[in-house]
């Protein structure tokens, strides 16, 4: 199995507040993908990382932002939760081309 | 609109039986995806396609590039095979990836 975590694993934050999540990678892959994954609505692509401090949106970028100071860690940042983020978070880990590999999923809910 | 679409979106089946989930897109591809969704919530790649049939255990899965349409296929199934089972397409345009909805599969013994 691809080395790859998330943190927290299990979030309830309030609306309007800042979280953070992370997603660790032991891999040394160059891509790192976050999704978000709701009832209705296959996996939807946030952003995504193609190296360090090199990002660009998903399709549902919106309200959502993302940094990636070290190849291992990428973080996804929802600046002011809101209800309608209430999801299931997925990281995902590449080298492109070829398969990815997901990490456990992050639980958050926006109260 | 849906770059994937899945069928069926449910499925229940008996031990033992074949079962087929078909998979169809509307995007160039470089490459096809089926994933395993765990009721826990682990995502596991079961099959990278670009062309042709890839076998592994009871786990078949096809691709007609020009139809552009997949199928996975799971002889002789277990109930240790229920699970959502996810078709993912990653287009050949960028490095996006597009999900299908999933499959949920029941197998009952």
């Known amino acids: 199995d691809a080395g790859i975590t998330q943190s927290p694993r299990h979030k309830v934050t309030e609306t309007g507040t800042p979280v953070t999540l992370r997603c660790h990678q032991t891999?040394?892959?160059?891509?790192m993908y976050w999704y978000r994954q709701d009832p209705g609505h296959g996996l939807r692509l946030i952003h995504y990382?193609?190296?360090?401090?090199?990002?660009d949106k998903g399709e549902v970028s919106d309200g959502y932002s993302v940094s990636r100071s070290k190849t291992e860690d990428f973080l996804l940042t929802l600046e002011s939760a809101t209800s309608s983020q209430t999801s299931v978070y997925f990281c995902a880990i590449g080298q492109g081309a070829g398969e990815q590999y997901f990490g456990p999923g992050t639980r958050l809910t926006v109260t | 609109k849906n770059e994937v679409e899945q069928s069926p979106q449910n499925l229940t089946a008996q031990e033992g039986e074949f079962i087929t989930i078909n998979c169809s897109y509307s995007v160039g591809i470089s490459a096809l995806h089926w994933l395993q969704q765990h009721p826990g919530g682990g995502i596991v790649s079961l099959f990278m396609?670009?062309?042709g049939k890839k076998k592994h255990g009871r786990l078949i899965a096809t691709i007609n590039i020009q139809e552009k349409h997949s199928s996975l296929h799971i002889t002789a199934s277990h109930p240790r095979d229920s699970a959502v089972y996810i078709c993912?397409?990653?287009?050949?345009?960028?490095?996006?990836?597009?999900f299908g909805t999933g499959t949920s599969l029941t197998v009952i013994p």
């Open positions: 396609l670009s062309s």
């Open positions: 891999e040394n892959h160059r891509y």
């Open positions: 993912a397409v990653r287009s050949n345009t960028g490095n996006q990836f597009y």
């Open positions: 990382s193609y190296g360090v401090k090199d990002t």
